[in-house]
T-cell receptor, first 113, second 115 residues
Framework: GEDVEQSLFLSVREGDSSVINCTYT??????LYWYKQEPGAGLQLLTY?????DMKQDQRLTVLLNKKDKHLSLRIADTQTGDSAIYFCAESIPSGGSYIPTFGRGTSLIVHP | DTEVTQTPKHLVMGMTNKKSLKCEQH?????MYWYKQKAKKPPELMFV???????INESVPSRFSPECPNSSLLNLHLHALQPEDSALYLC??????????????FGPGTRLTVL
């Protein structure tokens, strides 16, 4: 997780937008991912973006990529209490002939009524 | 079907026990992974199998022994574990492990407690 950094906590009110930020260091990253993990559960792939794209939208989720600054963000519109979870940013970098995701430490999103 | 299943969901074992964790996927994926995740930390890669062959071992102690009997199954055999091995063990799979398009799909994990 050293090469991928995220803030640890974000607290928002239900109905507001949430923006979770991530910075990465490896310029050879090809795909960047957002995973969601609810308490006691595995990781759920939310969305991903190819490194030659600037933006990807998928229903309530918008991913923005600034490749020059190596900055990735995930915006969740109309945040609901069910969105409370840990969100992991990951970059896919070559390792021993394979592309393995390197995860950030995760951002705990807390949604309160 | 994008499901990766893992059994058991919870496991409590003593330091002298031998147990196994199981993972299964039926998506036709040819790469499977074991990760270890401690509380409030990101997953740490342990092993990667590609086409049923071990391709990456991230310097994991020998008390953890992976096995890939076929392209759908991945096991993790546990023996003489230590209390600090208590963690959530996650299995994942992807189409292949060599391509940059390979997205990983994770199972729900096995919560392991070593007493």
């Amino acid at each position: 997780g050293e090469d991928v950094e995220q803030s640890l906590f974000l607290s928002v009110r239900e109905g507001d937008s949430s923006v979770i930020n991530c910075t990465y260091t490896d310029s050879s990253s090809t795909y960047l991912y957002w995973y969601k993990q609810e308490p006691g559960a595995g990781l759920q792939l939310l969305t991903y973006i190819f490194s030659n794209m600037d933006m990807k939208q998928d229903q309530r989720l918008t991913v923005l990529l600034n490749k020059k600054d190596k900055h990735l963000s995930l915006r969740i519109a109309d945040t609901q209490t069910g969105d409370s979870a840990i969100y992991f940013c990951a970059e896919s970098i070559p390792s021993g002939g394979s592309y393995i995701p390197t995860f950030g430490r995760g951002t705990s999103l807390i949604v309160h009524p | 079907d994008t499901e990766v299943t893992q059994t058991p969901k919870h496991l409590v074992m003593g330091m002298t026990n031998k147990k196994s964790l199981k993972c299964e996927q039926h998506m036709g994926h040819r790469a499977m992974y074991w990760y270890k995740q401690k509380a409030k930390k990101p997953p740490e890669l342990m092993f990667v199998y590609s086409y049923e062959k071990l391709s990456i071992n991230e310097s994991v102690p020998s008390r953890f022994s992976p096995e890939c009997p076929n392209s759908s199954l991945l096991n993790l055999h546990l023996h003489a574990l230590q209390p600090e091995d208590s963690a959530l063990y996650l299995c994942a799979s992807s189409q292949t492990s060599g391509g940059y398009t390979d997205t990983q799909y994770f199972g729900p994990g096995t919560r392991l407690t070593v007493l």
